[in-house]
């Protein structure tokens, strides 16, 4: 099986799409510079999969720590062949406050990652990438559910990097046809891996609903700020489209089966095509858990939408690839990790 390199490697995504990758067969590089992650990770990807991860600690701005990763693919593998590229800061609100930041690192790292891969491929040999895109490439949608070819925007400078990330890719596939690119625009990853031993591991305040929830349950935040109960949805509250972190790693692993298979770039989204709500989302972790979560209305937060979720049609038919797991499977698997974990990685 082809060698696959992950950067952001021991992040939340890819921690667990480095597991679905080895469970199907295939070899494994990481890169990562604990910027926002543990390395503790490392040393439960060994427990899990009973192999010591081949990893390089490193900053994927770095032409020379790139280079050391794909100098250790091509020792133990005979070469990476595919690039899976996490590694981004990710945080809306810490985006618009650090913009520099943000343009700097994420579409930095993309270009030093693939001029890293064209290094290292040999010139008559693909170059694949899997880009870790993100739903937020859609701004406020105008139609649901969200298709690949609707109206692409902005709102805030981390949708602006995924955006330009997807627009230098597809540069790059116009000047040579080498370049193949599967762009996954992701909805929200929630969940955690079904042995609680890998999970999410924010760090401060969380930015996304799951994990703020999850710390409510497990006692470490008094209760849930819930921001707008007068939106166009059949509670008031925010809908959002939810997907299990085990069935979006899936989805890469049949994203990159595609690109060797198959030889074509693509863009999917993976969503599960169904909302929940934010009240739907407390009270299914109330079930979870068997703890209360209590509740505090405030005001809608400025560019917040009603609702969004995908439609995963197109996943489906060019992958192959469905989610599989409900909001039940997401908050079983969360309470599972945040209640064996209350602080994380870290204790």
Request: proline share 6%; glycine share 10%; with cysteine.
């Amino acid at each position: 099986m082809p060698c696959i390199l992950l950067t952001g490697a021991t992040g939340y995504i890819a921690s667990h799409t480095w597991l679905a990758l080895l469970e199907a067969g295939w070899d494994v590089v990481g890169i990562d510079n604990f910027c926002n992650s543990s390395p503790r990770v490392l040393e439960r990807l060994a427990e899990l999969s009973g192999r010591v991860p081949s990893f390089v600690e490193g900053d994927v701005r770095d032409a020379q720590s790139l280079d050391r990763a794909f100098a250790l693919g091509q020792q133990r593998w005979g070469g990476v062949q595919a690039v899976v590229h996490f590694a981004a800061l990710k945080a809306v609100g810490e985006s618009t406050e650090k913009p520099l930041e943000y343009f700097a690192n994420n579409i930095g790292g993309l270009v030093a990652t693939c001029q890293a891969l064209q290094r290292h491929t040999a010139a008559d040999q693909p170059l694949r990438m899997v880009f870790s895109s993100s739903a937020t490439v859609y701004g406020k949608p105008e139609q649901l559910p969200i298709r690949e070819d609707a109206p692409l925007s902005a709102t805030n400078p981390y949708g602006a990097t995924k955006l330009m990330g997807e627009q230098i890719l597809a540069e790059l596939q116009r000047c040579d046809a080498r370049w193949l690119i599967a762009s996954l625009r992701y909805f929200n990853p929630v969940g955690a891996h079904p042995s609680g031993r890998i999970g999410e591991d924010p760090r401060g305040v969380p930015n996304n609903l799951m994990p703020y929830v999850a710390q409510v349950a497990v006692g470490q935040r008094e209760r849930l700020n819930v921001f707008g109960q007068d939106y166009d949805t059949p509670d008031g509250t925010g809908v959002r489209d939810y997907i299990h972190i085990c069935d979006l790693a899936d989805g890469h692993v049949a994203a990159l089966r595609h690109l060797f298979e198959q030889g074509r770039s693509l863009t999917v989204n993976l969503g599960t095509g169904r909302g929940y709500s934010v009240l739907e989302v407390a009270r299914a972790y109330e079930k979870a858990s068997g703890r209360e979560v209590p509740l505090h209305f405030a005001p809608r937060r400025p560019g917040d939408v009603d609702a969004c979720y995908a439609d995963p049609t197109l996943a489906a038919q060019a992958l192959g690839w469905r989610a599989r797991r409900d909001i039940d499977d997401m908050c079983a698997d969360s309470w599972r990790w945040q209640s064996q974990n209350p602080r994380g990685f870290n204790g």
